[in-house]
Every structure is written in C-alpha cells, then in structure tokens.
C-alpha cells in the first residue's frame, strides 16, 4: 500500500497535532456590514426595529413603553438625517451613527428632569443595538478538532475558534511572523506555513507536525496514522510567581501578552500580570469600534481578573496588514504608513470611543494604555489631549473614570534612537516584531527569512534605547521576548521586564534563573 504523503513546510507554531480537514474557501464578496453606506445603515435599523418588536410580544406593560419609545426613535426621520448628514461630511457610515446617538445621549443626560436623564440609557442601547446589526454575521466557524487548511487565517477567525479540543493549521501560503501565527504560538496551536497548494477534501485525515515543518496526508486512500498528542508544559505556570531573579540576584518582571478575551479567564493574578493586551484582536470590525461599551466590558474584564497586577492595553493598532472591517476604502489604509497612532490621530472618531472605555476601564484596576506605531513626540501629546477631552467629557456625565499613564509601543526605528525626546511617554515597551522589520528593510511575509540576521542590529539599537529611558518603566512585549535565544543579549541591554505568550512563560523563566544580569550564565550552568 502507499505510504502517507508527507509535504514539507514551515513551522510557524511547534506542536503535533491530527484530525479531519477543514478547507477554508475565502469569500469574494464582503462580510455583511463592512460596505454599503446609508442602505447598510437603513438595513441595521430595521433589523434592531424587527428585534425590538419581536421583544415587545409578550412584555409586561412598562417593558412595552421602553420598547415603543426605541421603535419610535428609531424610525425618527431626523435621526437618520443627522447621520446623512454626517455621512456627506465623509464620515463612516458608523461612527455617523455613533455621533448622532452620541449627541442625543448628551442632551438627555444634561436635563433637568430625571425621567429624561433616564432615557439616555434607552438611546444608549438602540445605539449599541444598530451597532450589532452593521457588524453583520460573523465568519461560521469551523469543527473542533479539525486542522485548518487554506491559503491564509484571519485572526478574527482564528479567536473565534475554539481550540481547547485540538486541532492545528497548514497554510498554502502565511507568514511566521503574520498574527495568526503570533495567536496560534501564544495558545499553542500547532502550525505550518508555506505548504504550497495540495489537494484535500474536508474530513480527509490530515496531520501537521509544527516541530518538523510538515503535512502529512492520506495516500492512495491509505489513512494516516494517528499523531502524538503534543506535550504538555514542563513547568506548572500556576505555582509560579512573576517575580523572580537572575542568578545573581537582579529582580525580573515576567508578564504575558494576551491576544484574545479568551485568555482572559486564565490570568491568575497570583502570578503575573498584563505586559500587553492587544485590543485589536478584539475589535473585529468598525461596529465594534465604535461600540464603547463593548469595548469596556472586554477592558472591565481582563482589569478584574488580574486583580492588583498591573495590565498595559495597547490602543488599536489598525492599518496595514491588519485592517478592519468596515474601514477598507479609507485612503492609504493599505500603506505601511497610515496605521496605529497614525490613523487613531486622522480617525479620531475611533480613538475617542477607544479612550473613553478606557478611561472608565481605568476604575477597575491597575490600567496604562500604551499607544501603538509612535514616531514622533507630537502624537503622544495630540493623543495625551484626545484623552483629557474625553475625561472631561466622561465628567460632566458623571460617569466614573481615571486617567492611566500613557505610554508608548517603540517599534519605529527613529523613535527608538530618540526616546530622550519622548518626555510625556510614561513608559516605554519594545515591540521587536516591527522593529526587525523595518531594520532589515522587510515585508511582513519575509521578516521571518531575516530574523535571525537582523538580531545583531535589534540588540545593538535596543542597548542604545534603553540609555536614553531616563528611568522610565521599560519592557519588551515582542516574539523577542520569547525567544531564550536572545535572552542573553536582552538582559546585557538592560531589560529587565519581558512580556510574552503565555506558553512561553516556563521556558524563559527558566532561562533567567541560569543567567546573570549581564547576559552571562551562571557559574556550574
């Protein structure tokens, strides 16, 4: 009988994993919501009207007034002509919406009677309600279990899957360094990248070794043998504090990076705290980014659930090679340079829904905010004022918040040669993803071929940067961080605070306990 066919690849997550294939079709057409203008918008009305008298069969009488009183402003023909007329003005079909019910909220709650304040919360849900309806239907998912197989993932899908049932992906194409590849090794899913294009069906046995780099599949309708399951951790991460020392006594932070609000529920805040949170893999369309109390909810959350450890959350870092839905013919957004603090500052509808959920996330625990792409000083003051307006806002509604210490992702070549320059960053965080790409002057699909040539340079700049922190907080949250081989040239530069994936915790604990603070390993190691 003929043997499996193995295919050679990539590894971009280690592990072993088999099951039945899914293969992924990309759709063509866009997903509800993301297009459409104003009929997109009158459709979502609809809809939430639809909902709404759908709740109101059956309801008691005063739920019925609450929802005839939604209905009515609902089909309020000035309502929609304000978001018109937003929407002449090129404004986004959303955030016209969100501004209209925005400024309606604002005059109710500065009434004079409280029935009227009260009704600002009735326009705050048909606001959030209609937001819902324009983020359309999400992607169905797919089996547990199944191994993905496509041309690529998007990381909406990826978070949205559950992978506590195993399973594991194979990409014809990808990256090791794209952001489903980041996910997949932070939960420790199994994945190969590169495979080329080869033939499968779905539910046709499929094993993909992340260790090796390869696909296994059936031949001449031989089945494959079952994989090894991977191997657990080796070190119980929950018995473990987040403050250690090297071997000659330096005091180590050692917090994780957390990408999806799944994570979230595995934060013992015994352990460790929140070095990074990136809020982009939780806004998976332009709805959710203009929904505040969605986006508070996600921040009240991981806040709760780490107690008294501190928690950075990282403001959208859209744009790029990570757009958003909804947000695809803005001009530009395609380009390496309109992204992350760049478009918060030309979309400041976006940023100001952002800093307002996290302003009043602040309340519930120990919150800074880090923003995202800086190159220059001025954006951290433009954004730093964006974030006083808010809380000023939020003020005269007497609704609680506070304002966390605003710090800055270095990323950017020039800002990282020039961060005595930066005085209003509270702190400073190296994301050394970006950073190796725009040293070696790469692509995203390539960095992973340069990587390792470029660490040289990254260490180089890094030991130079830290010099200029002037004893401001300084942290690393990138796949550098991750990695015990560079841990030696980390520490000789000076860092002392590693952020990284949750499943790389034990392996750089480790690492740092055999080694002193200049890099060098201790004596008998």
């Excluded at 939604?70 to 023909?77: A, F, G, M």
């Excluded at 996330?361 to 220059?376: I, K, W």
């Excluded at 966390?404 to 930066?422: K, N, Q, R, S, Y």
Aim: charged content about 25%.
């Amino acid at each position: 009988m003929a043997a499996p066919l193995r295919l050679t690849a990539k590894s971009a997550s280690p592990g072993i994993a088999s099951g039945p294939a899914f293969v992924a079709e990309r759709p063509d057409a866009p997903a509800p919501g993301t297009a459409g203008g104003y009929a997109a918008l009158e459709k979502a009305i609809d809809i939430s009207i639809g909902e709404l008298e759908r709740l109101a069969d059956g309801a008691d009488a005063e739920s019925r007034d609450i929802i005839d009183f939604q209905i009515e402003v609902l089909r309020d023909p000035t309502i929609a002509e304000a978001t018109g007329a937003r929407m002449e003005a090129d404004e986004n079909v959303v955030f016209a919406w969100v501004a209209t019910l925005d400024a309606y909220i604002g005059e109710l709650e500065a009434a004079d009677e409280e029935q009227m304040r009260a009704r600002a919360v009735d326009i705050l849900d048909i606001k959030n309600r209609v937001l819902g309806a324009l983020a359309g239907t999400p992607v169905a998912d797919f089996p547990p279990g199944s191994i993905f197989v496509g041309k690529d993932m998007e990381p909406s899908r990826f978070l949205a899957h559950d992978w506590s049932k195993g399973g594991g992906i194979a990409l014809f194409a990808g990256s090791t360094a794209g952001h489903v590849a980041l996910l997949a090794r932070a939960k420790s899913v199994p994945m190969v990248i590169g495979t080329g294009r080869f033939s499968a069906a779905d539910g046709d046995p499929v094993g993909v070794d992340g260790d090796a780099g390869a696909v296994v599949l059936k031949a001449g309708g031989m089945l494959i043998s079952p994989l090894a399951p991977a191997q657990a951790p080796t070190a119980d991460t929950q018995n473990e504090s987040s403050e250690l020392r090297t071997a000659d006594g330096v005091p180590v932070l050692l917090s994780i990076n957390i990408n999806d609000p799944a994570e979230i529920d595995a934060l013992d805040p015994a352990t460790t705290g929140v070095g990074l949170m990136r809020s982009e893999f939780s806004v998976t369309s332009i709805a959710d980014a203009a929904n505040e109390e969605r986006q508070l909810a996600i921040y009240r959350r991981v806040l709760e659930q780490a107690g008294d450890r501190p928690v950075i959350i990282r403001m959208l870092d859209i744009g790029g090679d990570k757009p958003l839905a909804g947000l695809e013919d803005l001009p530009g957004l395609s380009a390496s340079g309109l992204r992350g603090i760049r478009l918060l500052l030309a979309r400041p509808e976006i940023a100001r829904v952002q800093a307002r959920a996290l302003l009043r996330a602040a309340v519930f625990g120990r919150l800074s905010v880090m923003l995202p792409m800086v190159t220059f000083p001025d954006e951290i003051d433009r954004m730093r004022e964006l974030f006083r307006e808010e809380a000023e806002k939020l003020g005269r509604r007497s609704l609680l918040h506070r304002m966390p210490p605003i710090g800055m992702m270095v990323e950017v070549p020039a800002a990282a040669l020039m961060l005595d320059t930066f005085g209003s960053a509270a702190f400073f965080s190296f994301g050394t993803n970006d950073l190796t790409q725009y040293l070696a002057a790469s692509s995203r699909d390539d960095i992973e071929a340069d990587a390792g040539n470029a660490a040289p340079a990254v260490l180089r700049l890094l030991a130079q940067a830290v010099k200029l922190t002037a004893g401001k907080p300084v942290s690393i949250c990138g796949d550098m961080a991750g990695n015990p081989h560079y841990l030696p040239g980390l520490l000789a530069a000076g860092l002392r605070h590693f952020s990284v994936a949750p499943a790389r915790r034990p392996a750089i604990r480790s690492a740092i306990i055999g080694l002193n603070a200049d890099g060098t390993k201790a004596a008998g190691e």
